[in-house]
């Protein structure tokens, strides 16, 4: 390489260097404005995403449980209430294995197999990273155990939670139900009805009863601890706090000591008894026997006992004043009676003779009269107090089955009651037009016979019959049933009264209700199908018998109750109301197998009316099985 | 006493103000940083002051030895590096799975810190030295002294710190004229070759640049100082939130954030501003330093003083890029403000080196 001048050679050098050096100072620029441009992505166009990223970050939310509120008598008797206890609680992602962690456990502390039972369940239907109660109600003792043994038992931990105490027993379970843990089930009805957020610190939710129908009210507001936490996680300090909102208290318009006399006079017999104030609507007392323990349902049942309960031929789960449907047979008949008044279908005072049977013209079927020989002259008020059959298969044939069903829908049969209780049944009540949709069939006159006493198609619950006496009682206000009086807000604990739900005004001609009603009180008097059961009462009642069959009984056969075995015999039905000229209460029982209903379901009643008109406490009231029959 | 007084003031004769000014700027950015990302830990805030105060009077010291000193100081240098990077190749100690620090007995040292500077003296020397006779063999010498100690660096290994001396080695042959038709059939080289070094790339290597593109696809692993670095800066939004308020700072959200991720503390607490502000003082030292470059009268100090200045951008760009998520996550502190003794002594000389070729102008004209 030839040089040229050092002194030019360096000049040219030295351009070259300027050059490179606008290079390097082009290419510096270029990465700062790289740079640059990266940050105002980041912090300009970017920013509000960010900002929402790094608030994540910093705040948690933890959500603070409000206390469920109270389920009280109407004497302010605590029916439901909470407590605090010490479970013990796995998570089985921190467990590094789950068998290791409970074998230790179990060397620790009594683990039932019920117990062990219950957490697989629960296990199996959660997720990973859910803790699952292995036992719940820890004694002292067994806190202070697990406390000084924690590091042997990853994954388990012992948590202050709060539970449900149901003291008032199996008799109060349908009324008022109970809490269970929350369900994949329950959180999507909570999704959906966007509640979901309000929960996200409750563990339990009202699943049946009163616990389900008042959930939101018992509920209450679940609050949060705004905390800001650190990158491990610690709560560094509180932000903000929103106090969760305890809920409400419920007070009943039952009387949890009404409710036991009625249990107790049920003795031995399944069923169920409604008694309403008629002017109210107010559910003085509820009974489904044979009831459950509700308690075992709070922090979750063991499969086993859940089978039990489920399976058991007595149907213990199943609440039958609003499910049970039953013919509603004579206890029809006032219904029955008045229609035929209102309807012009019948005066007061007109008579048949009934010869102990009725037959439809042109046929030589025979409806019969539970009394062989018949009632011989009878009117209407006789044809109620002596339950005459062969009165009512007349009027039915005469009224029509479509009058008939309009008629007594009115009464609410054949549909809800609206009671504050879910999982009502709407009963049948049939009709021309029902049987055409249902069945594809035309009426035949011979299903009009018998609907005229309470047979056939025609289903109503004790709810309904109680109902529909309570408008014979207040003169045709049709009131919805309420189980729940009054409210108390738990920050000003002033108590809100529940407003009454009249749901309307039958318009009955007062002298038409006035026949019906002397007939049910004849009912009760000497003469009457229940007379005995009126027996000695300081306050008159108003009243009437029936019977649901079970079987059927072939024509020309007559039904003998100590022939059958128990399950095969008759329903006992009772309607009525007390004191007859202004009535308080009303009551429908429903005795399971009870045989004839003046026998057995009326002095149940007539216990629950002792002691509510009088205060009059049964003695060791215990029901013979009494097979009388009429 | 007057005597004293007299060789602190011809001393600081040697001190450029200008770059005097944006370095105590920027120290004094970093200290507030520090102090707000330590939680005002007085160990740290205290150690940062120390730190500075030392390498301060590194600087002071290399304003004043004169270039044509310093150019003496290479060769020697430059072998001494090599020799102790292949002393770590052979009996170096294995941290975090790679073969970088050298046990003295009283301290840990990594060799490859020695090149940062080392290698630039060197070769500034050399090119100096055949200034008037300067051929195409000549750079061949100059790239094979920078090929020796890039690939020993290389196989510790240790990716970002043999490329960050490979382009202060790069940079001085670009200065000293390396002919563009090199450098472009290079870097066309380069990039068909980019499959083969893949291949070569250690597994955390190649997570490293995977977990670039995509942060979210390991959030709990690697990603998580991607994410939670740019979360930092971009919620700091245009005007940050404020010294000392940063949340995702002060509750431990940002890792490492008093020294490789400072900038992310500094992006949350003083927001585009600030990041606008702070490129901008680097911008400023550049600058001055391509002056300085500009106007040295010496190839050695011309070439040292360029070089240095681009290299110091280049490692406030590695570092902003990592931290913002737009460059793989190396460990390059980011310059004169993390926190760190070693970095600092060794940038500070790097600035006294610049002050140093910018007072030195006709002294060593010989």
Sequence with gaps: ?630 | MPRTSHWILRGLRHVDGILLTLVLLLLGVSLAVVASASGQSPARISGHLINIGLALGVMVLMANVPPHLLAKVGPPLYVAGVVLLLGVALFGEIRNGARRWLDLGFMAFQPSELLKLALPLMLAWYFQRNETVLRAKHFLVAGALLVVPFLLILRQPDLGTALMIGASGFYLLFFAGLPWKVILGGATLGAASLPVVWGLMHDYQQRRVLTLLDPSSDPLGAGYHIIQSTIAIGSGGLFGKGWMQGTQNQLDFIPERTTDFIFAVFGEEFGYAGAILLVGLYLAIVARGLVIAARAPTLFGRLMAATLSLNLFTYVFVNMGMVSGILPVVGVPLPLMSYGGTALVTLLLGMGILMSVATHRQLNKS
């Excluded at chain 1, 013919?327 to 008044?341: E, H, Q, R, V």
């Excluded at chain 1, 009394?371 to 298969?393: E, M, P, W």
């Design chain 1, 1 to 630: 390489m030839p040089l040229a001048t050092p002194l030019k050679n360096l000049d040219r050098e030295l351009d070259r260097f300027h050059g490179r050096l606008k290079v390097g100072a082009a290419f510096v620029v270029l990465l700062a404005a790289a740079l640059l441009a990266r940050a105002f992505y980041l912090q300009v166009m970017q920013h509000e995403y960010y900002i929402q990223r790094a608030e994540n970050n910093r705040i948690s939310l933890v959500p603070a449980a409000p206390n469920r509120g109270l389920i009280l008598d109407r004497k302010d008797r605590i029916l439901a209430e909470n407590y605090s206890a010490y479970t013990l609680e796995l998570t089985r992602a921190q467990t590094h294995d789950l068998e290791a962690t409970l074998a230790e456990v179990s060397k620790l502390i009594e683990i039932t197999p019920g117990e062990l039972r219950r957490f697989r369940r629960l296990l199996a239907e959660s997720h990973e990273f859910e803790t699952v109660p292995l036992k719940s109600k820890l004694t002292d003792e067994e806190v202070a155990i697990l406390a000084a043994n924690r590091y042997r038992l990853p994954g388990a931990e012992v948590k202050a939670r709060l539970f449900r105490n149901y003291q008032a027993g199996p008799g109060m379970a349908h009324v008022v139900g109970f809490v269970g843990r929350i369900n994949d089930r329950d959180l999507k009805g909570l999704r959906e009805s966007g509640r979901e957020q309000n929960y996200r610190g409750s563990v339990h939710i009202g699943k049946t009863g009163l616990e389900q129908s008042y959930e939101t009210l018992l509920h209450g507001r679940t609050g949060f601890d705004q905390m800001e936490t650190d990158a491990s996680g610690r709560a560094v300090r509180a932000l903000s706090r929103i106090p969760p909102v305890p809920g409400k208290d419920l007070r009943l318009y039952l009387d949890q000591e009404l409710q036991a006399v009625a249990e107790h006079a049920f003795g031995d017999y399944m069923g169920g008894l409604v008694a309403l104030d008629p002017n109210t609507g107010g559910v003085l007392a509820l009974v489904s026997k044979p009831g459950f323990d509700p308690n075992l349902f709070v922090d979750g049942i063991d499969p086993e006992t859940w089978k039990a309960l489920n399976e058991s031929p007595e149907r213990p789960m199943v609440n039958r004043v609003l499910r049970g449907i039953y013919p509603p047979g004579s206890t029809i008949k006032p219904f029955m009676g008045l229609a035929g008044l209102e309807l012009g279908v019948r005066k007061p005072g007109d008579t048949i003779v009934d010869p102990g049977y009725f037959s439809l013209p042109n046929s030589s079927h025979q409806f019969r009269d539970w009394k062989r020989g018949g009632h011989g002259l009878v009117d209407l008020h006789r044809a109620i107090a002596q339950s005459c059959d062969t009165y009512f298969y007349k009027l039915a044939v005469d009224m029509g089955i479509d009058r008939m069903h309009d008629y007594l829908s009115k009464f609410s049969f054949g549909e809800k009651t609206g009671i504050d209780l879910e999982g009502e049944s709407t009963g049948l009540l049939p009709s021309r037009d029902w049987k055409q949709r249902r069945w594809k069939k035309a009426w035949y006159p011979g299903e009009t016979v018998i609907a005229g006493i309470g047979q056939g198609y025609h289903l109503t619950t004790p709810l309904q019959l109680a109902t529909a006496t309570a408008m014979l009682a207040n003169g045709g206000k049709r009131i919805e049933p309420r189980l729940v009086q009054a409210v108390r807000d738990p920050l000003t604990h002033v108590w809100q009264p529940q407003p009454v739900a009249v749901r309307g005004q039958l318009a009955i001609k007062p002298e038409d209700l006035a026949v019906v009603r002397q007939g049910m009180m004849d009912v009760m008097r000497p003469g009457g199908t229940a007379a005995g059961a009126a027996a000695g009462a300081a306050y008159t009642i108003a009243g009437k018998t029936g019977t649901a069959q079970v079987v059927g009984i072939k024509q020309g056969a007559r039904y003998d109750a100590s022939r059958l075995s128990r399950q095969y015999r008759d329903h006992a039905l009772f309607i009525a109301y007390a004191p007859a000229e202004n009535p308080t209460i009303v009551v429908a029982v429903m005795v399971e197998n009870g045989g004839h209903g003046g026998s057995t379901a009326a002095p149940i009643a007539r216990a629950v009316f002792d002691y509510y008109l009088t205060g009059k406490r049964p003695g060791n009231m215990k029901l013979e099985g009494s097979d009388a029959s009429d």
